[in-house]
């Protein structure tokens, strides 16, 4: 299969690539573009080349079916030699992403051109690699080595009019992007060309700016990035051949690493997440406008998210004072994404007018889905849910955002029960990533689908969890917080478990995490269970609330805290509280430590699985990532435990 087809405009040749869905760039890819060069320079009647692509993006990085496997020739290095070292000059025209290789490709053209909405990136750090191609070493020269640092070892791509201004694009062009990269070939041969991009000079950085560039990639908890960092460093001093062998020589290191192989996982995972194979071809039910039952900090944020997806929300609360809070809560979020400069005051503006509030449920006669976000007790939500019966549509989805209770016990007696699904927002919910979707045996698929198509509109990460006390996240949550006081009453000090799972890549510990979200949530929810007659163990957690350790809010909970100042302190009051029921003086090394908790997490998810609540390990993984926190780049506790 031809994957290039040339097409002569003049003198000009337009060398189209087309290997569908994203143009990635395999062996089949690599050989062709190697091979396309000697032909047209072969060719005494063309004069330049413009390489574009079809389809909905231009090569946007490796084929991922490739991924693990060994390097095969030609490599991809050589491809954009190549493609440099040709006697006609080529020229990239970009649309959608360039990403990766497919960026390393266009810098080895002589120059590139890219419409208004494209996007250029260097994500490999993502994937715990370094870019293997020139990343590394021709950036720094085609842009300097300030922004050749940030591209490279953040991961995160630039828009066209940023690359532009950065020196990574020739040129933003408008209208048809063949034709005007056509024209802006054709207007450069009457000119000087400039220099290839290896044989540009690169500017010399003091040490100072080092020391705060490893600082700041440092950050990011795994070593791809100062890996990155460091191979820029050793291209500014180096020439350009010995330059790219390091760079190749830490690539394939890096691409061997246990890192690399839990970033590859969740991405895999990431990827497959959001279009579950079982839903392939049931078309989810519409949702452009929305109600929200509550407008406290969950309902809130769901409102947000919502509206920031372009829907129509209508916010429902108790009363008309409660309304306005509601409201304002809304209004805040978006005032801080007017403070951050992610969207302008008349973005807010426009987002606020698609937002109105009521505390008349009969307003909810049209919408297409409701999501009640009301607080988590079962008579307040099966109340919410006898009125949304009895104004709804028929066919209007209906949704509970509870976070423990059964939602089967919550629809009871609700009319059309195939319409209700549970949908968990983790907060706040117009950050966080993670959707649980749960659905109950009444849901319909069509439902089960449109509540995966709700989670890709929102851009969140959404993983089905079937119906147990906590579902799958706060399961597991509730083991590992159980697992950290066992080694508590065990004799190892609170500080060093928390310190344990910071080193392991947590942002933070077990306790720090109680504190700063509040002992009382999950003391109330174990307490509402004891009230309902079930049998549930006092932890210590209980001990200290009772005490009135509530966390960070009573300045004390498993730590203490100055007036005005987030640090944990260790407590003697805590000693004091706790010293009768702990019963050893275990000293265990923090990676121990870590692997017990983590070990814990994943026996959890393995009894989740057993039980059928969770439809595989990665879908544990994920939601362990981008609900709790769990680094990334040690994959998930599941693939952290089968891969030790």
């Not at 191609?133 to 940023?162: C, I």
């Amino acid at each position: 299969m031809t994957l290039l087809t040339v097409r002569r405009d003049g003198e000009i040749a337009v060398v189209t690539l087309d290997n569908p869905p994203v143009n990635a760039i395999s062996e089949a890819v690599r050989k062709e573009l190697f091979e396309m060069v000697g032909q047209i320079d072969a060719d005494p009647g063309l004069r330049a080349a413009v390489l574009i692509c079809a389809g909905r993006t231009f090569l946007a990085g490796a084929d991922v079916r490739e991924f693990g496997k060994p390097p095969v020739e030609p490599h991809l290095p050589d491809v954009v030699d190549r493609i440099e070292a040709a006697e006609k000059p080529w020229v990239a025209a970009i649309h959608g992403a360039a990403l990766g290789g497919g960026f390393e490709i266009a810098m080895g053209c002589r120059f590139r051109v890219a419409v208004e909405s494209a996007r250029v990136g260097l994500p490999e750090v993502t994937l715990g690699v370094i870019p293997g191609a020139s990343g590394t070493v021709r950036t720094p020269r085609l842009a300097g080595v300030e922004a050749a640092v940030e591209l490279v070892t953040s991961g995160r791509p630039l828009s066209a009019a940023k690359a532009q201004k950065a020196g990574l694009l020739d040129a933003v062009v408008s209208g048809d992007l063949e034709s005007g990269a056509v024209a802006f070939a054709r207007k450069a041969l009457g000119a000087d060309l400039p220099m290839p991009v290896s044989k540009r000079p690169l500017e010399q950085m003091p040490e100072e700016f080092w020391q705060g560039a490893r600082k700041t990639a440092s950050k990011a908890g795994h070593q791809a990035p100062l890996r990155a960092l460091d191979s820029i460093c050793f291209a500014t001093e180096h020439g350009f051949s010995e330059a790219m062998a390091h760079e190749r020589e830490t690539f394939l290191d890096l691409r061997g690493s246990d890192e690399a192989a839990a970033l590859r996982h969740v991405f895999f995972a990431e990827r497959a997440a959001p279009k579950p194979a079982a839903l392939k071809g049931i078309e989810p039910r519409p949702f452009k406008s929305v109600g929200v039952i509550g407008g406290g900090t969950m309902g809130a944020g769901i409102a947000g998210a919502c509206r920031e997806a372009g829907m129509e929300i209508i916010l429902i609360e108790r009363d008309a004072e409660a309304v306005a809070r509601g409201l304002d809560n809304v209004g805040k979020i978006f005032d801080g994404a007017v403070k951050r400069g992610k969207i302008s005051e008349e973005g807010r503006a426009e987002r606020m007018a698609g937002v109105r509030g009521s505390s008349d449920y009969a307003e909810l006669a049209q919408v297409d889905l409701v999501i009640e976000a009301v607080f988590e007790e079962i008579g307040v939500k099966r109340a919410v849910f006898a009125e949304l019966g009895r104004v709804c549509r028929s066919d209007a989805l209906l949704a509970t955002n509870t976070s423990y209770l059964d939602p089967r016990a919550i629809a009871e007696g609700l009319p059309n029960p195939e319409r209700f699904i549970g949908l968990h927002f983790f907060s706040p919910a117009h950050i966080m990533k993670l959707l649980e979707i749960v659905p109950t045996p009444d849901t319909a698929p069509d439902v089960l689908a449109t509540g995966f198509a709700l989670g890709r509109a929102l851009n969140k990460m959404p993983v089905q969890a079937g119906i147990c006390e906590g579902f799958i996240g706060n399961r597991i949550l509730k083991r590992y917080r159980a697992e950290a006081e066992g080694l508590v009453l065990q004799g190892v000090a609170i500080s060093e478990i928390d310190a344990a799972m910071r080193d392991y890549g947590f942002r933070m510990g077990p306790f720090e995490a109680q504190d700063l979200g509040g002992l009382d949530i999950a003391f109330l929810q174990r307490e509402g269970a004891r009230a309902a007659g079930r049998e549930v163990a006092e932890t210590l957690g209980d001990v200290l609330v009772r005490a009135g350790r509530k966390g960070q809010k009573t300045a004390g909970g498993w730590y203490d805290y100055a007036e005005g100042d987030r640090t944990p302190q260790p407590s003697a009051a805590v000693s004091e509280l706790l010293g009768e029921r702990i019963s050893g003086s275990l000293d265990l090394p923090r990676s121990e430590i870590a692997e017990r908790l983590v070990g814990a997490m994943a026996a959890e998810g393995q009894a989740i699985l057993d039980e059928g609540i969770a439809q595989a390990p990665q879908d544990i993984d994920l939601v362990e990532v981008h609900g709790y926190g769990f680094p990334r780049w040690k994959g998930g506790p599941m693939f952290a435990v089968a891969a030790s």
